[in-house]
């Protein structure tokens, strides 16, 4: 079992930036791959980003290329991701997920899941 919480999201201004934060415990962090994925008021939730076990590997969807990072310190079982000149169309809850040795695009390779934390993107 590995439990999952995110915390960073906020209000900011068309152009700020946001570091969002998921921090797990239970099993050996290291072993699994996390991905970050968003959902916005009336659409599916989509993928933004991953990174795999190791933090050698990151995967982001076009639209946050060149603005978002990820990062991971698994000495702390953390991953970040270091959002910057964010847009309006970023508003959404974003929610990390994890899985043994996995760093995939799609919400089905992922078995566990955080609780979500807002991000609103002011114009």
């Known amino acids: 079992q590995v439990r999952l919480v995110e915390s960073g999201g906020g209000l900011v201004q068309a152009g700020g930036s946001l570091t969002l934060s998921c921090v797990a415990s239970?099993?050996?962090?290291?072993?699994?791959?996390v991905g970050w994925f968003r959902q916005a008021p009336g659409k599916e939730r989509e993928f933004v980003a991953a990174?795999?076990?190791?933090?050698?590997?990151?995967f982001y969807t076009d639209s946050v290329k060149g603005r978002f990072t990820l990062s991971r310190d698994n000495a702390k079982n953390t991953v970040n991701l270091q959002m910057n000149s964010l847009k309006p169309e970023d508003t959404a809850v974003y929610y990390c997920?994890?899985?043994?040795?996995?760093?995939?695009?799609?919400?089905?390779?992922?078995?566990?899941w955080g609780q979500g934390t807002q991000v609103t993107v002011s114009s």
């Open positions: 990174i795999s076990f190791s933090g050698r590997n990151t």
């Open positions: 239970g099993r050996t962090f290291s072993d699994y791959g």
């Open positions: 997920a994890a899985d043994l040795g996995v760093a995939g695009v799609t919400e089905t390779e992922y078995h566990y």
